[in-house]
């Protein structure tokens, strides 16, 4: 069955840089979207970056500028580059990939890493 694998979070000083990794097994289909999300305790689930399999990409207001989203089709990897790191960017960041289906999309889930943005 399909597995996301996050890996590359952890304990940042504010300004600070981290790069998170996605890494897509089981697939035997073609990935439509991958994309980064992000849940602060107590907010709801919010975009981050998407990028689409041409490579076109889609960043929240909050983070343009800062993070940078990359992907590698040949693998099935989707990494997130953040720099200038803010305390506000502390949250559990989950993977996500899409593909299409009959009627609409399909997507899954990795099990999420933490982010900590802290003095």
């Known amino acids: 069955q399909v597995q996301l694998v996050e890996s590359g979070g952890g304990l940042v000083q504010p300004g600070g840089s981290l790069r998170l990794s996605c890494a897509a097994s089981?697939?035997?289909?073609?990935?439509?979207?991958m994309g980064w999300y992000r849940q602060a305790p107590g907010e709801q689930r919010e975009l981050v970056a998407t990028?689409?399999?041409?490579?076109?990409?889609n960043y929240a207001d909050s983070v343009k500028g800062r993070f940078t989203i990359s992907r590698d089709n040949a693998k099935n990897t989707v990494s997130l580059q953040m720099n200038s790191l803010k305390p506000e960017d502390t949250a559990v960041y989950y993977c996500?990939?899409?593909?299409?289906?009959?009627?609409?999309?399909?997507?899954?889930w990795g099990q999420g890493t933490q982010v900590t943005v802290s003095a």
């Open positions: 990028i689409t399999s041409v490579g076109n990409t």
């Open positions: 996500r990939i899409d593909r299409r289906v009959w009627g609409g999309f399909e997507d899954y």
């Open positions: 089981g697939i035997t289909f073609s990935i439509n979207s």
